[in-house]
């Protein structure tokens, strides 16, 4: 793989040496003379345009083949013919005297690449693929300016009317870069500062209660990935996939919030009070939480206390366990004919609620999903039988949903709570009960069962 400097070179003025006379030279020239470079071709044979554009001066020509010394005095140089000899040599010689030097669809003959260039005004974004595929980096640029191509040009004009008061009042890069940051996610939400308007003090910092899925990192939605890629603070659970933070700018400070297998935990009033002081460090923080923030999660909780402390703080949802994990393995949660009803329950209850949960009212329900209630499941199942609820129950239990190391243990609700036992795993895990888990995969839950028998 070649390591390459990204940058935007200033050619206005600058000599440009562009050898060959046919469409892909052309197609250079053109870009060339945006840049407002000074063109040389060297051609026995131009297209009509380069033509035009010899007879009218606004390139030079040269009209013959190449020549070694055609390379000096140049500030790049270009080799477009079709003659493979030839581009040795232009590489050859431009090399020689360090002068870049690109030939068109050569790779291993250039020592830069061009990117797939999208613009807006000032508002430039360059794609490269290192050579190797030139359509795929205009696919890629292609789906960057329809993202952007809206309103992004028009807030690029207002931060460069701000930039220099910015300056003039922040001295220090760390608080500009901050009070930058804050400006750009207000303009994007539409709130707009008048061009030229004195900026009197930093935002206050945010704070996104965001869902990550339900195991595999790339069940994370959109929205919550791109925050993740722009916060500054990251504070993450257990139950996140620790592959998601790799998506986090690298000086982005990562803050692991959850259990550890010691036994060690942080209590939910400390990461309440390192939520609120990361943001009152007008830092962007995301509380990146496992499954969905208000599903079992007490994002709830969270959301209070910042509220409470003046705090601007948003819920991205995620998709919660107890959808997205029977879904990845067949498991309809309601079926025309099997469910028309479903529940979610905690197999394990906060101290501090005064009524515990009612197991007959949960036994009545078609399909039962049950958080946290590998521990007590025993129990659990047998309270409800006692409501009703057959022991003949179809039940499954799946820990690591959606992960590479899956396990699913089918059975009866009877039976279930000792299949577990046969299978212990100390990953998380959901339990399903109800007549809807016959639709679980057979052939999935069969290769499963033989990798861990």
């Known amino acids: 793989m070649n390591i390459l400097y990204p940058l935007f070179f200033k050619l206005e003025g600058k000599p ?107 508002l430039k974004v360059a794609v490269s693929t290192n050579g190797k595929s030139p359509t795929l980096g205009k696919i890629v640029r292609d789906r960057i300016a329809a993202e952007f191509n809206k309103g992004y040009p028009e807030l690029l004009e207002t931060l460069g009317d ?25 303009e994007l939400k539409r709130r707009y500062l008048p061009a030229g308007q004195r900026v009197d003090a930093p935002h206050s910092g945010k704070v996104y209660l965001v869902g990550a899925g339900p195991g595999d990192p790339e069940l994370i939605t959109v929205k919550g990935l791109r925050l993740l ?75 209070d206390y910042l509220q409470d402390a003046g705090i601007e703080v948003t819920a991205v949802p995620g998709i919660t366990a107890g959808t997205g994990i029977p879904s990845s393995v067949g498991i309809p949660l309601t079926h025309r004919d099997r469910s028309s009803s479903v529940v979610f329950v905690t197999g394990s209850e906060s101290d501090r609620k005064e009524k515990g949960v009612d197991w007959r009212v949960i036994a009545a329900v078609d399909t039962v999903v049950i958080y946290m209630g590998i521990t007590n499941l025993r129990s659990i199942a047998l309270k409800l039988m006692e409501a009703g609820r057959s022991p003949d129950t179809p039940a499954a239990a799946i820990f690591d949903g959606t992960k590479a190391g899956e396990i699913i243990v089918e059975g009866r609700l009877a ?39």
């Open 162 to 186: 701000l930039r220099a008061s910015v300056h003039s009042i922040y001295a220090e890069p760390e608080a500009r870069k901050s009070v930058f940051e804050s400006i750009v996610h207000d």
């Open 415 to 453: 039976t279930i709570a000792d299949q577990i036992d046969e299978h212990r795993s100390e990953a998380p895990g959901i339990v399903i009960v109800g007549e809807v888990v016959e639709f679980l995969d057979s052939k999935r839950s069969k290769r499963n069962q033989e990798h861990h028998a």
């Open 229 to 303: 890629q722009q916060a500054d603070v990251i504070a993450y659970d257990a139950l996140v996939n620790f592959e998601l933070l790799e998506s986090a700018k690298p000086s982005c400070e990562k803050i692991f919030v959850g259990k550890r297998s010691d036994g060690h935990f942080v209590r939910q009033e400390e990461i309440n009070a390192l939520l609120a002081r990361k943001a009152n460090e007008n830092k962007v923080v995301v509380r990146l939480k496992g499954g969905d923030p208000f599903v079992f999660g007490r994002g709830a909780e969270e959301m």
């Open 16 to 122: 440009v040496l562009v050898l060959g006379g046919g469409k892909i030279a052309e197609q250079k020239v053109d870009g060339l003379l945006s840049a407002k470079a000074c063109v040389t071709v060297i051609a026995p044979r131009l297209t009509e345009e380069l033509e035009r554009l010899a007879l009218g001066g606004t390139i030079a020509l040269r009209r013959r083949t190449f020549e070694k010394e055609d390379v000096v005095g140049f500030t790049l140089v270009f080799g477009a013919t079709n003659d493979s000899a030839v581009h040795q040599e232009i590489y050859d010689e431009a090399a020689a005297r360090e002068i870049p030097v690109n030939i068109v669809d050569v790779p291993h003959l250039c020592n830069f690449y061009l990117a797939s260039v999208f613009q807006n005004g000032d």
